[in-house]
């Protein structure tokens, strides 16, 4: 059986995300839909071989975006060429430095930075 697995972000803020994460990450947006009202529910995102999807938090569907529930309990991934630029990058365009991009003990240079709509990312590459 083949099985693959696209994570879906709820954010505030549908557009300005797809923005951010297509200027920040260097994602290319594939599809995206709206409703009559303009709230985006489905877009996806590619960035290398992943697929990601998101979409406008709207409570009274149950999707809560991590800012209105007081933070995000996932940690995304992201393995990248260069850790340094893609998280300065990222800081430049809104994002929050959590934890810097260093060399760790266990083999990776990463660090953590939480994107402006509240998700946490941890930005991954070789190490120096």
């Not at 797809?18 to 260097?26: C, E, Q, S, V």
């Not at 947006?29 to 709207?58: C, I, K, M, P, Y």
């Amino acid at each position: 059986m083949n099985s693959e697995f696209h994570p879906k972000l709820l954010v505030s803020d549908a557009d300005a995300a797809i923005d951010f994460y297509t200027r920040a990450l260097g994602a290319a947006l594939s599809f995206r839909t709206a409703d009559d009202r303009d709230v985006v529910n489905h877009a996806e995102l590619t960035l290398g071989s992943a697929v990601f999807a998101l979409a406008q938090s709207v409570p009274e569907w149950g999707w809560h975006d991590p800012r209105s529930v007081g933070g995000s309990p996932v940690l995304i991934t992201a393995h990248v060429a260069d850790p340094d630029s893609t998280a300065d990058r990222m800081v430049r365009l809104g994002a929050e430095l959590v934890v810097p991009i260093e060399n760790r003990p266990y083999g990776k240079r990463q660090g953590r930075v939480k994107d402006p709509f509240g998700h946490l990312w941890v930005i991954s590459g070789e190490l120096r």
